[in-house]
């Protein structure tokens, strides 16, 4: 079992920054996808970022530029970056780890004012 801990969320006026983490814990495996999915109100559950074991990142079109992922493997943690945040961002933002599995976080709450 993998377990995924998250912080970070909060409250931000546009263009502010977040940086959300999450520590993942449990029986992770050499090689794994972990990264942010975000859910906004009855919208469905979309990509924001995810990385590689290697490093690779890969970023929805409309975070690009503002969004940084990065991963700590000897911490088992990854991180999310966010600059110049827009209202359209507001969401719960979910940490998702994939190996053999794929597993989900709670979720964390950004809300960005305008």
């Known amino acids: 079992q993998v377990q995924l801990a998250e912080s970070g969320g909060g409250l931000v006026q546009a263009g502010g920054s977040l940086r959300l983490s999450c520590a993942v814990s449990?029986?992770?495996?050499?090689?794994?996808?972990i990264g942010w999915f975000r859910q906004a109100p009855a919208k469905q559950r979309e990509l924001v970022a995810l990385?590689?074991?290697?490093?690779?990142?890969n970023y929805a079109d409309s975070v690009k530029d503002r969004f940084t992922i990065s991963r700590d493997n000897a911490k088992n943690t990854v991180y999310l970056q966010m600059n110049n945040l827009k209202p359209e961002d507001t969401a719960v933002y979910y940490c998702?780890?994939?190996?053999?599995?794929?597993?989900w976080g709670q979720g964390t709450q950004v809300t960005v004012s305008s």
């Open positions: 998702y780890y994939r190996d053999l599995a794929s597993y």
């Open positions: 449990g029986s992770t495996r050499s090689i794994s996808v």
């Open positions: 990385i590689s074991t290697t490093g690779s990142p």
